[in-house]
Each structure stands twice: as structure tokens, then as C-alpha cells.
């Protein structure tokens, strides 16, 4: 009985770990390209609560703050404050895969937003 609970209790440590690894919480990076060609350095960091921050150049000054919503595959993001925000939800299908979350636009009139968002980003 003993040794059952113990397969039991590993079970449960290894699947929630499992989940946490393939979780869009956390801080990803992005390379984004502006008008003009130069390649930016990106940081984008969600948190469990459904607030997201953007840090474009990194420099550890967040230009963009948001909240965000998942339905299934669905993340529906909106920007709330920062210069560089856009009015517009924007809604895409994303997709975790380990140390890389895909994001891929459905809707969104922000093409800033949606240009740079519809891409591969990297777990930091």
C-alpha cells in the first residue's frame, strides 16, 4: 500500500510540473521588426492573473500594459495603458510547446500587434 501511495504522490509531482512547463505564464522574448527594418528585442511577460507587460527594446521600461483571457486555444488580449497601445482586442489561437508558445492571429485591426504577435516566441 505504501509503495502505491508513493507512485501516486510522484505521479502527481510529475504531471504538475508537466502542466507548469506548458503554461503561457511567465517571460517570453520576440524579435520584432519596426517600419523601418531594425530588429527589436522584445519581452513580453503574462501573469497568472490575466495582465500581460511589454517591454519593446528591453530595457526594462514596460511600454505596453494589458489583460488578456484564454478560452480554450483562444487568448483575447487588450491593451489598457502605454504609449505605443492599441483600442482594438486582438484574439489569437496560441499554442505551448515547452520552451516555445506560438501565437497566431484570428482577429485583430491593431497590425502592429498582430504582425509582431503572429510569431514563435522563446521561453526566458
Not at 489561437?93 to 491593431?110: H, I, N, P, Q, W
Amino acid at each position: 500500500m505504501k509503495f502505491i501511495r508513493s507512485v501516486l504522490f510522484c505521479f502527481c509531482l510529475l504531471s504538475g510540473g508537466l502542466l507548469f512547463a506548458q503554461s503561457h505564464v511567465g517571460d517570453w522574448k520576440i524579435d520584432v521588426e519596426s517600419p523601418d527594418g531594425e530588429v527589436i528585442p522584445t519581452k513580453v511577460s503574462y501573469t497568472a492573473d490575466g495582465a500581460y507587460m511589454i517591454d519593446l527594446g528591453m530595457d526594462d521600461v514596460i511600454d505596453i500594459k494589458g489583460e488578456y483571457t484564454i478560452e480554450g486555444d483562444k487568448m483575447t488580449m487588450q491593451d489598457k495603458e502605454g504609449a505605443m497601445m492599441c483600442t482594438e482586442k486582438g484574439i489569437y489561437t496560441f499554442k505551448v510547446d515547452g520552451a516555445s508558445m506560438k501565437l497566431e492571429r484570428v482577429e485583430d485591426d491593431c497590425a502592429g500587434r498582430g504582425d509582431a504577435a503572429s510569431r514563435e516566441f522563446t521561453k526566458m
